[in-house]
């Protein structure tokens, strides 16, 4: 049996712990708190990175060190850092049994993509991989999952379990007054933005549509005269 409630609370611990308020992760960041060094087979010999693949083609786990394969594509390394990572979390002794194996998958998807900011992010499978950074084949299994998550939900009254209430709490963003997944800061005027993949926010675009010839003067008039009309 695997208990994800369990592996969803451990997932909450370290956003929690790790201080995480955005997507996507910072997988090394996360190891390293967790006192995991991580080491790619590209730095090693070649006779090493032979053993390596023989004992994993992707990751494994040695004396709390990572070694990974660096050389698949981004979205199976950060996977396979946070299914290191869920061994760990989870107090896992035996790697390879194929339970221990089922609770690092579960722990690494929903550390990389909790369902309740695929609620609040996703209309589908491709937002997923490109607000989170999973693989076609596992963000298609995070969606459906999570589409099993909103479904209970629905069908219990529409009352979200204590542990979802905590999740939103951490994700809660005062300022922006919402659940935020994603801040980043524009490019222009430097003001923070939430759940965005805009380069710069409203105001600093405002410009572009204005005036045909756009310049860094004007647009620094508008960002001080909005400044003062909207008075932030
Ligand atoms: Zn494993
Ligand atoms: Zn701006």
Not at 50 to 76: G, M, W
Not at 142 to 154: P, Q, T
Not at 168 to 186: G, L, M, P, R, T
Not at 187 to 209: A, E, H, S, W
Request: glycine share 2%.
């Amino acid at each position: 049996m695997i208990d994800y409630e369990y592996i969803r609370s451990k997932t909450l611990e370290v956003y929690i712990e790790c201080k995480v308020k955005s997507f996507p992760l910072n997988c090394i960041f996360l190891l390293k708190h967790y006192g995991l060094k991580c080491k790619k087979y590209s730095d090693l010999s070649l006779a090493k990175q032979k053993h390596c693949f023989q004992i994993s083609e992707d990751a494994f786990t040695l004396n709390d060190i990572v070694f990974y394969n660096d050389n698949i594509n981004p979205s199976r390394i950060m996977f396979t850092l946070m299914h290191e990572l869920g061994h760990k979390i989870l107090s896992h002794t035996d790697y390879l049994n194929k339970q221990s194996e089922i609770e690092a998958n579960t722990f690494a998807s929903n550390i990389i993509a909790p369902r309740i900011a695929i609620h609040y992010s996703s209309k589908n499978y491709h937002d997923v991989m490109n607000i989170f950074g999973l693989s076609e084949e596992a963000a298609n299994i995070a969606f459906d999952d999570y589409k099993r998550w909103r479904r209970y939900i629905i069908t219990h009254n529409n009352k979200i379990s204590e542990l979802d209430k905590n999740f939103y709490n951490h994700f809660y963003n005062k300022k922006a007054k919402k659940f935020v997944y994603k801040s980043s800061e524009c490019l222009i005027c430097g003001r923070k933005m939430y759940n965005t993949f805009n380069q710069d926010c409203d105001v600093c675009t405002l410009p572009r549509y204005t005036n045909s010839s756009y310049d860094e003067l004007n647009c620094q008039l508008l960002i001080a005269e909005s400044n003062w009309l909207y008075g932030e």
